[in-house]
């Protein structure tokens, strides 16, 4: 189980790291009903992750559970696949990244964030989190890993709980921040969002070409 955690780590890290979700988390923690869409979030974007990486998970355990031998290069010719899909989205991002001296523009739903309620800040950090192809492909690449590796239900579980709490750590750490301490929070956030959206392009170009080439090594490993 632990070598599977291992193996998921960088996947889990890719989506930890993402600068989208850090910075609306943080503009909603800088709102009036900080706290409240703050924790909203987080329980969305923790069950998107979690939702998404189980069904990918079970997905290659049947896979791998029908036919163990067959299974390796199928699950392998996925992986590539996967793999290929994340180079791709790093160049695109390399492609999109604003141009020296020029402010990125950032999503037009964060402008209404203010004006969200608690059960759009859940809605929208499980689309992020479940339905937005760049993390759905790292959840994909990440569920592909633990259910080719025939854990247990217990030791299976745990790989998938591990794997989405680490993923969600930007997320948590933001808002217990700002419950505990947020007058300290509110400074410190405001330089984290100003940073993360002048570098969004190169983090995620980044990430993208690391993971991708590593999960196209997982799948040139399974023939």
Same mark, same amino acid.
């Given at each position: 189980?632990?070598?599977?955690?291992?193996?998921?780590?960088?996947?889990?890290?890719?989506?930890?790291?993402?600068?989208?979700?850090?910075?609306?988390?943080?503009?909603?923690?800088?709102?009036?009903?900080?706290?409240?869409?703050?924790?909203?979030?987080?329980?969305?974007?923790?069950?998107?992750?979690?939702?998404?990486?189980?069904?990918?998970?079970?997905?290659?355990?049947?896979?791998?559970?029908?036919?163990?031998?067959?299974?390796?290069?199928?699950?392998?010719?996925?992986?590539?696949?996967?793999?290929?899909?994340?180079?791709?989205?790093?160049?695109?991002?390399?492609?999109?990244?604003?141009?020296?001296?020029?402010?990125?523009?950032?999503?037009?739903?964060?402008?209404?964030?203010?004006?969200?309620?608690?059960?759009?800040?859940?809605?929208?950090?499980?689309?992020?989190?479940?339905?937005?192809?760049?993390?759905?492909?790292?959840? $994909? @690449?990440?569920?592909? *890993?633990?259910? &080719? =590796?025939? /854990?247990?239900?217990?030791?299976? %579980?745990?790989?998938?709980?591990? !794997?989405?709490?680490?993923?969600?750590?930007?997320?948590?750490?933001?808002?217990?921040?700002?419950?505990?301490?947020?007058?300290? $929070? @509110?400074?410190?956030? *405001?330089?984290? &969002? =100003?940073? /993360?959206?002048?570098?969004?392009? %190169?983090?995620?170009?980044?990430? !993208?070409?690391?993971?991708?080439?590593?999960?196209?090594?997982?799948?040139?490993?399974?023939?």
């Amino acid at each position: 189980m632990f070598d599977v955690i291992g193996s998921t780590l960088t996947n889990a890290v890719a989506i930890a790291i993402s600068p989208i979700p850090i910075i609306a988390v943080i503009l909603m923690l800088m709102s009036p009903r900080a706290l409240r869409l703050g924790f909203g979030f987080l329980v969305g974007w923790l069950v998107g992750i979690l939702v998404a990486t189980t069904v990918f998970s079970l997905l290659a355990d049947a896979v791998t559970a029908a036919d163990p031998t067959a299974s390796k290069p199928i699950l392998g010719v996925v992986q590539i696949v996967l793999g290929a899909g994340l180079l791709f989205l790093g160049w695109r991002q390399w492609r999109s990244r604003p141009a020296p001296g020029v402010t990125p523009e950032l999503p037009a739903w964060m402008s209404k964030i203010d004006s969200m309620g608690v059960l759009a800040a859940v809605g929208l950090a499980f689309a992020l989190a479940a339905l937005n192809p760049k993390n759905l492909l790292v959840e $994909a @690449a990440a569920g592909t *890993t633990i259910g &080719r =590796a025939s /854990l247990d239900t217990g030791a299976l %579980v745990v790989a998938i709980i591990v !794997f989405s709490v680490i993923a969600a750590l930007t997320v948590l750490i933001p808002v217990l921040f700002a419950a505990f301490a947020p007058q300290t $929070a @509110a400074k410190a956030l *405001t330089s984290v &969002r =100003a940073w /993360l959206t002048a570098n969004n392009a %190169v983090i995620m170009t980044v990430l !993208f070409v690391v993971l991708g080439a590593n999960v196209i090594g997982k799948g040139i490993g399974a023939f």
